[in-house]
C-alpha cells in the first residue's frame, strides 16, 4: 500500500499526468490483470457468468463497480496533492463505507469487532479532517 502510494506519487509528478489520465492508463491493465487472475483461479467459468443473467445481480454489480472506479479515481486524483497520511485516511473513510454499505444492503453479519472497529474508525477519520480544517496538523 504504501509502496504504491510512492509509485503513484512519483509516476505523476515525473510525467506530469493528473489522476484521471493515470487511472486511463492504469485501468486497461488492471482489468486484464485481474481477468487472468480469476480465469486461472478457478473463480471464472460459464457457470458463474450465468448468474449475471439476473438483472438485479447485474444491476448490484454494475453499481459496485461504478462505485469502486469513482473511489478509485477519485483517490488517485488526489494523492499528487496532498500527503501519504491523508491518502490512508480516505482509504479507511472508503473501507467504513464499504463495510457498512455492506451491513445496510447485503445484510452482512455485524460482529462485536465491527460493532467497536467502524466507529473508532469513523471518529478517528472526522477528527483528522476536523485538525486538517482547522489547520492543527
Not at 509509485?7 to 505523476?12: A, E, I, M, V
Not at 493528473?18 to 487472475?37: P, V
Not at 473463480?43 to 439476473?54: G, I, K, R, T, V
Request: hydrophobic share 55%; with cysteine; proline share 1%.
Amino acid at each position: 500500500s504504501v509502496l504504491g502510494q510512492a509509485f503513484l506519487q512519483t509516476t505523476q509528478s515525473d510525467y506530469n499526468i493528473g489522476g484521471l489520465a493515470y487511472t486511463r492508463i492504469l485501468s486497461k491493465y488492471q482489468g486484464i490483470i485481474m481477468f487472468l487472475f480469476a480465469l486461472f483461479s478457478g473463480q471464472l467459468s460459464f457457470s458463474n457468468l450465468a448468474s449475471l443473467a439476473d438483472g438485479y445481480t447485474l444491476m448490484l454489480l454494475a453499481i459496485s463497480c461504478s462505485l469502486a472506479f469513482v473511489v478509485n479515481l477519485t483517490l488517485t486524483m488526489i494523492v499528487g496533492k496532498l500527503s501519504a497520511v491523508t491518502f490512508q485516511v480516505i482509504g479507511h473513510a472508503k473501507t467504513v463505507l464499504v463495510v457498512a454499505t455492506g451491513i445496510i444492503f447485503f445484510g452482512e453479519v455485524f460482529t462485536l469487532r465491527g460493532i467497536i472497529g467502524l466507529p473508532v474508525a469513523a471518529v478517528g477519520v472526522s477528527w483528522y479532517g476536523y485538525l486538517k480544517v482547522n489547520g492543527l496538523d
